[in-house]
DNA sequence: GCATAGTTCGAACGATCGTTCGAATATGGA
DNA sequence: TCCATATTCGAACGATCGTTCGAACTATGC
């Protein structure tokens, strides 16, 4: 069964390509048909319809996302690294992969309400345990700031982070790299740094 | 004709409410319908299609932005006051003008390309003004950044205020004064004392 | 009470949507 | 070569969409 999942990784790719560009519900079946060259017929044998196949790209990148980050801070050793280093990487993984994936991560960002029921819960579970890992890694770098704040941070970042498939332009001026540096600059130069004046950079 | 501007008005606001809800392409007339109590052909007395309606909502709200912002910058006295306190106004009137019209704005980012021709062109250049007038901000804050990372550093300031429609809660335990000054904390204190210590809260 | 303009709406139209179904084709071991 | 399974697809279905149209209702000046 190699072929075949071979085939469906490529169908969702293409998919999530379309629904960048167009978005969810303005995309149809037909245009994901002409899209990835099958038939309007055939694309029903490797997805049960619209909504599974929008939920399958989701969980997929999500999935990979979370996955990422985790072994992201494993590699800096087991939790006994610099918390503003744990909190520098988690951001350059974050944006670095956002950038290098662009259709998949919008898809994600943008249409995040576009899955209703169980597929919607389902990678809100994943959301949740990846917010929380930002979560716990702000108590650590700021153990001070009250909860509230800190909370309203995460989200902050996560703005910051997310909001680039509105605007960045990988042929553009800016490699990712240098965007990821760019970001964690500014929040840990803005909320790490607000107590502690510690050195920062060159971790 | 005051009574019409008034219903339109009225109008306006409720569909935008519904829009931000379920999303403008979700949306049907018959639910803008219901949602005003309004017949499905009445609708059509006021506004000649559903994109004409959207684009209403867009400009109006955009235009308050614009001349909100350019309001409370002219406040602060003809140029010559210090450009952090001019960034930290318009960063506050940002969130705080967010936060206290969350449907419309959020119709206004996340349906910013559900517009199409000539609708998408005008509120884009609405759209135009209000970034050149922070990164015009951000010049006087921080005229030794290279102007690569000052562009970028704009957007991910937009991120961090716009992303808000997604999590923010007007009724949960931070206000919009507290929200405001914690992100003008966390992007001034990492962008604009990067490189000059100067004292920035008390303004 | 009547004419005019302003406003509302029931009913329907054509278009397009996601999905289904059975037949047609390809594939690979015996 | 033949059969069973895997895969593809043309054609159509019912549902729902945005929009239209002409009639009906309302308000106002005379």
Redesign the pocket.
């Known amino acids: 069964?190699r072929?075949?999942d071979e085939?469906l990784d490529h169908f969702l790719s293409r998919a999530a390509k379309v629904f960048a560009d167009q978005g969810y519900?303005s995309?149809?079946?037909?245009?994901l048909a002409a899209a990835t060259?099958?038939?309007?017929?055939?694309?029903?044998?490797?997805v049960?319809?619209?909504?599974?196949?929008l939920h399958r790209i989701q969980e997929r990148c999500f999935t990979r996302v979370l996955a990422g980050a985790e072994a992201t801070l494993a590699a800096l050793g087991s939790g006994h690294a610099d918390p503003v280093d744990r909190l520098q990487a988690f951001i350059r993984h974050h944006v670095t992969f956002f950038a290098a994936n662009l259709a998949e991560t919008k898809v994600l960002s943008h249409e995040a309400n576009s899955l209703t029921g169980e597929r919607h819960r389902k990678v809100n579970a994943i959301k949740r345990r990846y917010v929380d890992l930002l979560e716990s890694l702000l108590r650590d770098v700021a153990p001070d700031e009250p909860a509230v704040e800190r909370s309203a941070a995460a989200y902050a970042l996560f703005g910051m982070m997310n909001w680039i498939y509105n605007w960045y332009d990988p042929a553009g001026e800016i490699d990712p790299e240098r965007l990821a540096g760019l970001i964690a600059r500014v929040f840990i130069g803005g909320f790490a740094d607000a107590r502690s004046p510690s050195p920062v950079h060159g971790g």
Chains 1, 2 share one sequence.
Do not use: F, I, N, Q
Request: aromatic fraction near 16%.
């Open positions: 069964m072929p075949y085939r519900h995309t149809t079946m037909r245009d060259g099958m038939s309007l017929a055939g694309m029903y044998y490797y049960r319809g619209k909504e599974e196949l």
